[in-house]
C-alpha cells in the first residue's frame, strides 16, 4: 500500500472523498479487479489521491475485528496489523473502568484519565472511552497521531479523548528539564493510570525481548515512581525471567488463539500472580487455584487440550484438578478423563484408539476407521505435521478424524480421536 500522508488525510476527509469510499465500499476489491477501480478512480483524481481512496476501502473491510463502525474511520496498513483486537481491547478498557469506578463513569463526572501512550490509531484509546474513563493518547507519529485524533471524533467520543502528537518518553520526568521544556505529561491531566503497548518489531523482524522493545522495558517500568496503576502489552511467549517482580501477568487468548500477555501493575492486581483469561467470556482461571494431586496416567476415553493461555500460565494442573482429569505425562499439557467435562479452557475429543507410535498401526486404525480427513496435532514431538499426514493412509469421503502425536508416561504415543470435539 502507499505510505499515507498528512495532506492524503486531508483529503480523505473531505465530503467528495467520503463520496467515493462509500461507493468503493460495495465494489470487488480483489486484486484482479483493482486495477480497473484505479483506472476509473484516476479519471477524477489524480494518482496519489486515487490509490489513497483504494486503499482506505480496503483496510476498512479488513478492520472490523478490531474497531468499531470501521466504514467511518481511517487507517494506516501496518498500524491496522500492530492494533488489539476489538474484542482484547474492550476487555482491557473494562478491566481499567473496574480498578477505578465500576463498569462505567459519566460524562459528567470524569475524574480518572487513563494515559494511552503510543496509541497508533486509536483502538485502545476508543475502547477506553467507550468504558467510560477520560483518555490522554500520545504518539509521536504525525499521521498516527492525526488518524487516532479523526477516528476519536468520527464514533462521537471527543469529549473523553485527547490524542496529543508528541513523545511520551520526552515528556516523562527526568532528573533535569531545560527551562522552556514542554510539559510534564502528567501535569493538568492528572493521570491516574496508563496503557502501553510497545513495538515488539524491528523492521519486519519480531522482537523476543523486553529489552529489545521500542521504547525498552527499563523505560516502561520508570513509570511507575509516578503512575503505580500501569498494563504493559507484551509478546505471549514472555520468558519468566523477563517478567517485573512486582508484575502480575495475564495471558489472553482469543477463540483459542493467543494474543498477548498483560503485565498488571498496581491497581489492576488481581491477587494472583499468573492469570489465563479466555475471550468471549471473560472466562478466568488463575494461580491462587489449588493444583492438588493430579495423576499420571495412559489415555482413558476422553482427552483433552487445554486452551493455549492456560498452557502459556503454566496452570495445565490447576485444571486438571478443577476437571478431575490426568495428565497423560508429566512433561505434557493433554489430558484425559473417563467421563466428558464441558469447560471453556479446553477442547476435549472422544479417544477411538491410542497407543506406542508405529506409523504400520496407525495406518490400519485409519483403515479400520474408515477415516478420511485427517487433522495431525502434536506436543512432545519431533514429527514434522505436514509431511507425515502425506504418509496416512485415508479412504476418500470418510468421516474426519484427530490424530496426536505425543508421549505418554515417558513413551513416544498416538491417539486418534473423533474428528469433531465432544460437549460435556
Known sequence: MNPLTLELVDFLLTPQAQVALHELAGQDLGEQASLDLLTRLRRTWPADRA????????????????????????FIDDALQQASSRAVAVYRAQQFAAAFH??????????????????????????????????LAVERDPVRARLAAENVAALGLAS?????????????????????????????????AAFIDPSR???EQRIFRLDAMEPPISAVLALLEHIPTLAIKTLPGIADEDIPPNAEV???????????????????????????????????????APPGHVPVHAPLTYFYEPDAAIMRATLVQHLAAQ????QIDSTIAYLTSERPVQTPFARCWAVLRHGPFHLKTLNRWLRELGAGAVVVKKRGSAIDPDDFRRRLKTTAGGPEVTIFLTRAQGRPWMVVGEGEETHG
Open 51 to 74: 490509490a489513497a481512496l483504494l486503499d482506505q476501502a480496503r483496510l476498512r473491510r479488513k478492520a472490523g475485528e478490531k474497531f468499531p463502525h470501521p466504514e467511518r474511520l481511517l
Open 102 to 135: 465500576g463498569p462505567m463513569i459519566t460524562d459528567q463526572d470524569l475524574p480518572v484519565t487513563v494515559a494511552d501512550l503510543g496509541c497508533g490509531i486509536g483502538a485502545d484509546t476508543i475502547a477506553l472511552a467507550e468504558a467510560g474513563l477520560h483518555v
Open 160 to 192: 473523553r479523548a485527547k490524542v496529543l502528537c508528541d513523545d511520551w518518553l520526552v515528556l516523562s520526568p527526568g532528573e533535569r528539564r531545560p527551562t522552556g521544556a514542554r510539559p510534564l505529561l502528567w501535569g493538568e491531566d492528572k493521570i491516574s
Open 201 to 203: 518489531r524491528a523492521g
Open 250 to 288: 495475564e495471558f489472553i487468548s482469543q477463540r483459542g488463539q493467543m494474543k498477548e500477555a498483560l503485565l498488571r501493575f498496581g491497581g489492576l492486581h488481581t491477587g494472583a500472580t499468573r492469570r489465563a483469561t479466555l475471550l468471549p467470556g471473560p472466562h478466568h482461571l488463575d494461580s491462587n
Open 323 to 326: 476437571i478431575g482429569a490426568a
